[in-house]
DNA sequence: ACTAGATAGTTGCGAGCGCAACTGTCAACG
DNA sequence: CGTTGACAGTTGCGCTCGCAACTATCTAGT
């Protein structure tokens, strides 16, 4: 149970605060995980979540995009950009729906990605080994339960 | 276990990749709580982090805000200059170390963290209340172990 | 066919952030 | 003392982001 659990505001502590909590541990992740995409091939986050939403299907478009990751479309909008300018992804007009734009990989884009994904899932996997077993098992039933209950995976 | 766990690169998925999911969640879990201050008081995290961190002791320098909450040092310093610039903390000079700027909520801060705490708190139940017991342990106990591994409470 | 509303994607703008550099103060050491 | 380095806090700058507004295209209703 969390250690926040009285409700006089005078026992309240920020570091026991699950909001805070999350937040503070996602963003030391991501700082970890972006060292990979970073520092290696001058990758952000935006285009690190393009590159690879697009990568695992063999097209698809922005919209898509934005609906699978939850980024704000313009956020898309810039790293589509990005990465059309670095070459690693393409953009074709679609003849079907002339306002779509096809999005997918470059050989280059494909190169990168194979490379990125291991190592990206390696960090994954020495991040999930901090954990106990026992808990870990936990951790992931609950994070299932909390993206359902805010509607973060279907609508 | 984590639903990405073959190497092969064609079968990752972005939604089964912890780190993504992390960060999505904890962004929802932010904007869900910043309702209660931003909507109601005009506060954005930031000064939320500085209030509470204020308001649960006597006084306190930005240095230490910035240490507990791991918030950089400038983001601290604008919360600061904002939440004084609405006379919710104040900041006195320090007679022993001349650098130093004690800073403690005024009236009108201790009234705004009396109400704020106990909604934030309402808040956090409810999220934790969407997880099932047995989860819930596991979860937090993990949660735990994370922040201890990437060294996120004490050094 | 024509218009009205919805949708895909882009862009101007203002706000917030981190970095690096700055000011002012303290502590140590010659 | 005076200098040097560490530290608290602030600020200028460039970057990214989200919002709102825009263009272009598609769909539906008359």
């Given at each position: ?34 060292e990979i995409y ?118």
């Amino acid at each position: 149970m969390a250690r926040n659990s009285t409700i006089t505001s005078s026992t309240f502590l920020l570091v026991n605060f699950v909001p805070f909590r999350l937040n503070r541990l996602a963003d030391a992740v991501s700082r970890d995980l972006s060292e990979i995409y970073r520092d290696r091939f001058g990758l952000e986050i935006p285009e690190w979540r393009v590159l690879v939403t697009v990568g695992q299907r063999r097209e698809c478009t922005a919209q898509h995009v934005a609906a699978s990751t939850r980024m704000h479309k313009t956020r898309v909008s810039r790293a589509v950009a990005s990465l059309t300018e670095r070459k690693l992804i393409e953009r074709v007009s679609c003849i079907e729906d002339g306002r779509e734009l096809r999005l997918c990989l470059t050989k280059a884009g494909k190169k990168v990605y194979e490379v990125l994904v291991p190592l990206a899932l390696e960090r994954e996997r020495t991040l999930l080994a901090k954990m106990s077993a026992g808990h870990l098992e936990g951790f992931i039933a609950a994070l299932l339960e909390l993206e359902d209950a805010l509607g973060l995976n279907g609508e």
